[in-house]
T-cell receptor, first 113, second 115 residues
Framework: SQQGEEDPQALSIQEGENATMNCSYK?????LQWYRQNSGRGLVHLIL?????REKHSGRLRVTLDTSKKSSSLLITASRAADTASYFC?????????????FGTGTSLTVIP | EAQVTQNPRYLITVTGKKLTVTCSQN?????MSWYRQDPGLGLRQIYY???????DKGDVPEGYKVSRKEKRNFPLILESPSPNQTSLYFC??????????????FGQGTRLTVV
């Protein structure tokens, strides 16, 4: 399965610290996306990075992509209690290799005020 | 407002009683998909659809049916629910993945309990 694996499964940090979570996948991708899920709610798109990009920023989010290692990381800087949520990576394969989103198992982030 | 609407949000039913969870999107998306989410297992895809009248099995299709008669609607049907189908279900839609920088839009979820 292409399903990504996030690491760590759970992360607990103090408010103001940075949070880093990682995603590994198995096959070549078109792009990789990160989503956030508040408890029991639907996933919300955060950021997309294309396969030819290495780094992307959006506000306090920084995403890196290393296609040679088939891995990505999401960094949330200066975390806030409101960042408490689960974070999922999703890989998207190209149109000739399966038009699908493949979601990982998620990282549960707790930010302690 | 762009949205994916699922109904109902919560449902408790008995084993064997047919049920339908509706999903509707207002973004004219070609691609729609159903997932179930269980603790420790992440999101597992049940069925997906690339367009009207085109549906395919995902990773865990057993016990489920879908239909795509209209572009905006993609109902999930459980003909004879069993307790192992107790889960949190999500519908999602997007433009066709892989053709560009498409993101998935998710419904708010349906928490189903089968007793």
């Amino acid at each position: 399965s292409q399903q990504g694996e996030e690491d760590p499964q759970a992360l607990s940090i103090q408010e103001g610290e940075n949070a880093t979570m990682n995603c590994s996948y198995k096959t070549s991708i078109n792009n990789l996306q990160w989503y956030r899920q508040n408890s029991g709610r639907g996933l919300v798109h955060l950021i997309l990075i294309r396969s030819n990009e290495r780094e992307k920023h959006s506000g306090r989010l920084r995403v890196t992509l290393d296609t040679s290692k088939k891995s990505s990381s999401l960094l949330i800087t200066a975390s806030r209690a409101a960042d408490t949520a689960s974070y999922f990576c999703a890989t998207v394969l190209g149109k000739n290799t399966g038009n699908q989103f493949y979601f990982g198992t998620g990282t549960s982030l707790t930010v302690i005020p | 407002e762009a949205q994916v609407t699922q109904n109902p949000r919560y449902l408790i039913t008995v084993t064997g009683k047919k049920l339908t969870v509706t999903c509707s999107q207002n973004m004219n998306h070609e691609y729609m998909s159903w997932y179930r989410q269980d603790p420790g297992l992440g999101l597992r895809q049940i069925y997906y659809s690339m367009n009207v009248e085109v549906t395919d099995k995902g990773d865990v299709p057993e016990g489920y049916k879908v239909s795509r008669k209209e572009k905006r609607n993609f109902p999930l049907i459980l003909e004879s629910p069993s307790p192992n189908q107790t889960s949190l279900y999500f519908c999602a839609s997007s433009s066709v993945p892989g053709l560009g920088n498409t993101e998935a839009f998710f419904g708010q979820g349906t928490r189903l309990t089968v007793v």
